[in-house]
């Protein structure tokens, strides 16, 4: 029968369990007869401060103190008096040969760090134990009877240590895995602790390289980065967070662009205990970037070195952006001209028209418009041919990419045009005149026919070498010097010749003049002048400025030894100085016989010309032509 006051004696709860235990059906058979070893060691386990079982018995039945209730959960109170096999079948396996084999070989015996969970405050806590079992053996020796294990909680050391095995593990799985090098220096020792595999592939070089020797780290930087990378490791020495971009050079020559970040790591005091970077390769980045500057750079130099003006505008024709030369030529910036601003600078006239054809484009998906721009530098307006293409995305309009261009000289050339026609006919017509005169003033004066064929031919040989080298590019213009010596070489000696002058460009049309008028007068100085005699011929020319602009002056002076008689009629080439260079050249020109020789004077202004085929008559040197 139960007995509540046997043994064994204390208040505790497992005691008072144990006392009033039926033993008298259990295989263990009443406490009164168990071995003194078991009894004494039963003692000591229910007055233990710390959880403790004991297993008696071939069959390892289980008894337990109260600090080793909270290890049980839900199995106590059952747990008391049952093999502990049928307890922990859970764990049998592990525990069962732990036992046993404290059992067999009657020695104690330590498992470390055995997780267990607790039902502390109503919810299960996760905890850690040092479970020790020692034998207990009859009469202090030989046979083993029971195991008494005592358990040692160690549970906020062993679950630090275990999470930080996970966390070291899972940051290797991570860091192994990862294309960015990441790195962890000690502080204390200053020496890499890890670096990861993704360092061999971006500097080329196994990572012992580094871990046996940081410092040859530093070997593999640009030279032109070096002194400022190595200026920025201190700072997180300090406690800061520093980022840098620097490059390197790999062993193979490559050079490769870093983003490295190095991070401060704290240690449980809250002291800097060791220094974490990532460094991650953003070379492609770079090139990318490059490529993405160097086409903005070649748009931004095609847009501004081109003459037209450029600019962009939504889907619905609002303008959103113009080109520096659109601001330049308009006055307007681009603050002025989004939305519908730019229309500012558009004629009032074509405002309408404007807005229209853009109505037009956004119905039609093309843009063509001409209308007048006003030029901010003088207020002129003039005619632009405006463009645009659309941008498209899934079939619909975004933007519209366009350009303005100066279509002035281009009209003002179509209405030129209809008057160059007119102009040549004029011309045929002069030079047939020419001709006409020439032949018409050949005519007189001479007795014979061949002294009249031979004058017409000199003539008509003038103006065709005037042809000639006008006719050899272009726009040719001839040099004044070169085509009086041209003239003069067949007929005038050096020692008796003397010219001077600037350099002067003539005009077409001057120069037909002019090569006619130097062919008359050589004509007449060997027939009656200092050519044909041991006279002297001295041409002079200038370039004055006249109230109308800049003339050219040409001053033909003759010295004859003998006295020169003035001729009974007006010749070809009088009639040609004086009347045909005042109408031909809007300029003056006389001739003047004197008793010791000639003096013919020709002016004509530089840049007037009666004829809209040809610039003008000429120019001096750095002039326009």
């Known amino acids: 029968m139960k007995d509540p006051s046997a043994w064994p004696p204390g208040n505790s709860t497992m005691a008072r369990r144990v006392r009033e235990f039926d033993w008298e059906g259990h295989p263990l058979g009443p406490i009164a007869d168990w071995d003194r070893e078991a009894r004494s060691v039963l003692m000591m386990v229910l007055g233990a401060p710390m959880p403790m079982n004991m297993y008696l018995g071939p069959d390892l039945f289980l008894l337990y103190n109260d600090p080793a209730c909270e290890l049980f959960g839900n199995k106590h109170p059952d747990a008391l008096g049952r093999p502990a096999r049928d307890v922990f079948p859970e764990i049998w396996e592990a525990m069962g040969r732990r036992l046993e084999q404290v059992m067999a070989e009657a020695r104690p015996i330590t498992a470390e760090s055995l997780p267990a969970a607790l039902d502390r405050d109503g919810a299960p806590r996760d905890a850690v134990f040092n479970l020790h079992s020692t034998p207990i053996l009859r009469n202090g020796e030989g046979q083993s009877i029971g195991v008494v294990t005592v358990y040692e909680e160690v549970t906020e050391p062993a679950i630090t240590q ?56 530093g070997q593999f930087l640009h030279p032109a980065d070096y002194e400022r990378v190595m200026a920025a490791m201190p700072g997180c020495a300090s406690g800061n967070i520093v980022t840098t971009d620097y490059r390197i050079v790999r062993p193979d020559g490559e050079v490769r662009h870093i983003r490295d970040k190095g991070f401060p790591i704290l240690g ?84 309408e028209e404007a807005l229209g054809d853009w109505r037009h484009a956004k119905a039609g998906g093309e843009m063509n418009g001409g209308w007048r721009f006003r030029r901010a530098q003088d207020g002129e307006y003039r005619w632009f041919q405006t463009r645009a293409t659309p941008v498209l995305e899934r079939g619909e309009i975004v933007e519209w990419l366009g350009t303005s261009t100066d279509v002035e000289d281009i009209v003002d050339l179509q209405e030129r045009q209809k008057l160059l026609l007119a102009e040549l006919q004029h011309r045929v017509r002069n030079l047939l005149a020419m001709v006409r005169s020439i032949i018409r003033q050949s005519a007189e004066g001479y007795e014979d026919v061949d002294d009249y064929v031979a004058h ?8 065709a070498r005037t042809q000639v080298m006008l006719t050899r590019r272009a726009g040719a213009a001839i040099d004044l010097e070169s085509l009086i010596r041209d003239e003069l070489a067949r007929v005038a000696q050096d020692e008796r010749l003397a010219m001077a002058g600037p350099s002067v460009q003539l005009s077409a049309k001057a120069a037909e003049v002019l090569t006619l008028a130097i062919h008359e007068l050589a004509t007449n100085s060997i027939k009656y002048g200092a050519l044909g005699s041991e006279g002297r011929l001295a041409i002079r020319w200038f370039v004055t400025l006249r109230e109308s602009g800049e003339w050219l002056e040409i001053m033909w002076e003759e010295k004859c030894p003998e006295p020169v008689v003035e001729p009974s009629r007006r010749g070809f080439g009088t009639e040609l100085i004086e009347g045909r260079v005042p109408y031909e050249l809007k300029g003056e020109g006389t001739i003047c016989v ?4 000639l003096l013919a004077e020709i002016a004509f202004p530089l840049k007037a010309g009666a004829s809209i085929l040809e610039p003008g008559p000429g120019s001096d040197k750095g002039h326009e032509r």
């Open 594 to 597: 004197r008793p010791d020789g």
């Open 162 to 217: 275990r999470a930080l095995r996970k966390s070291e593990e899972r940051f290797r799985q991570f860091a192994d895995a990862s294309t960015d090098v990441i790195w962890i220096i000690d502080v204390e020792t200053g020496q890499l602790e890890y670096i990861s595999p993704a360092f061999e592939d971006t500097w080329g070089v196994p990572c012992s390289t580094v871990i046996e020797d940081r410092s040859k780290w």
């Open 268 to 351: 449980p005091d809250g002291t800097l205990t060791r220094i974490g970077g990532i460094a991650r390769d953003i070379t492609e980045r770079k090139r990318q970037e490059k490529a993405v500057e160097d086409s903005e750079r070649r748009f931004r130099t095609l847009v501004e070195g081109i003459p037209q003006l450029v600019w962009s505008a939504t889907s619905e024709g609002e303008c959103k952006w113009v080109s520096p030369q659109w601001t330049e030529y308009t006055g307007l910036s681009l603050e002025q001209s989004v939305g519908q601003g730019w229309l500012e600078a558009v004629h009032p006239d074509d405002r």
């Open 456 to 463: 017409l031919t000199g003539r008509i040989d003038a103006m």
